[in-house]
């Protein structure tokens, strides 16, 4: 009688975890169906976000720690007439390499800080896409890395304006590849932005050389 009740106290026990194994498994199971459907939804909310916080320091970047030290005069070479009336105008590409290595190693260097660090939070409510939902729930933290270096060049356009005048625009392209980071997921994200440098009417006759800085 004694090894019957032992018997039944070991099936009973195997009972027990073979439950529990079951309902683990499952509970393994569902967090996968729930992770494959909601992990694009956050991930595509990160890299949107990531988007916007890198522009906005890129251009932080640029404009207020390059540009506002930059001497614009400087970067114009004109030749005149007798008259005053401009013959010619170029670039003075040293001085726009200048402004250009500036703003490379400006804009790495802010990038930079974002490196092991949460960027910002994103409430797991967004995946219901819905406005009234979309803040509840835990938050998920999201990462920004750097991937790479910082891809810069600089961008010239000239168009006629008015009689005998011609607009100059000389504008930064800043490339740079993020990496946006969520649990269990990253993805590479790719940031472009272009951002003007000055803007000048030469008035006169229309220049008859323009330093080619187009890419």
Do not use: C, H
């Amino acid at each position: 009688m004694k090894k019957i009740r032992i018997r039944k106290k070991i099936d009973k026990k195997n009972k027990y975890i073979l439950l529990f194994m079951i309902i683990f498994l499952f509970t393994i199971y569902l967090l996968f169906k729930i992770s494959n459907k909601t992990t694009p939804i956050l991930i595509e909310a990160a890299k949107k976000k990531s988007k916007t916080i890198s522009n906005n320091i890129i251009k932080e970047s640029v404009n207020d720690k390059v540009l506002k030290e930059m001497d614009k005069e400087e970067i114009f070479i004109e030749k005149r007439d007798n008259n005053g009336n401009v013959i010619t105008t170029d670039f003075n590409s040293v001085i726009l390499n200048q402004i250009l290595n500036k703003i490379t190693e400006s804009v790495e260097k802010d990038l930079k800080e974002l490196d092991n660090k949460v960027s910002y939070r994103i409430p797991i409510g967004i995946i219901f896409n819905n406005s009234l939902l979309a803040n509840l729930g835990p938050k998920i933290p999201v990462k920004i890395n750097l991937d790479g270096d910082v891809i810069s060049s600089l961008k010239t356009e000239v168009k006629d304006y008015g009689i005998n005048n011609a607009l100059i625009k000389i504008s930064v392209n800043i490339k740079v590849y993020m990496n946006v980071i969520i649990p269990f997921k990253t993805e590479e994200l790719l940031i472009e932005t272009n951002i003007p440098i000055i803007m000048r009417i030469v008035e006169g006759e229309i220049p008859s050389y323009y330093y080619p800085m187009s890419n």
